[in-house]
């Protein structure tokens, strides 16, 4: 299935796009934007779509964002804080000229 490489923005956008794509109030962060986006059109069939396109500069990058979001992104957050030490010794610097 063939699609499409992205296209240049139009000189007049605003007058092409459909109003309810208008600038409006976006969700707060990142994930509920997501949220908000799958509650419309199923990401997965999108994902799909891509990684069946022509373009290979587009799937290689879709793919790389796909590998980067599940192996880098999502790194498992510990239970416990941070274990701040503060009473590491200094180097020692004297060899070094001023």
């Known amino acids: 299935m063939p699609c499409e490489a992205p296209r240049a923005p139009a000189a007049n956008a ?3 796009a459909a ?6 109030a976006l969700p ?3 994930r509920a934007y997501v949220e908000a986006v799958s509650a419309q059109i ?17 799937k290689e990058k879709h793919l790389d964002r796909l590998l980067d979001l599940a192996y ?3 790194l498992p957050l510990a239970d416990e ?8 010794p ?4 004297s060899d070094k000229e001023p």
């Open 14 to 16: 605003s007058a092409c």
């Open 42 to 58: 199923s990401l997965v069939a999108v994902s799909d779509e891509i990684l069946h396109c022509e373009d290979i500069r587009l």
């Open 90 to 93: 200094r180097p020692d610097r």
């Open 72 to 74: 880098v992104k999502t």
């Open 81 to 88: 804080p941070p274990v701040i030490v503060t009473d590491l």
């Open 28 to 30: 707060a962060d990142g």
């Open 19 to 24: 109003p309810e794509l208008l600038p409006g």
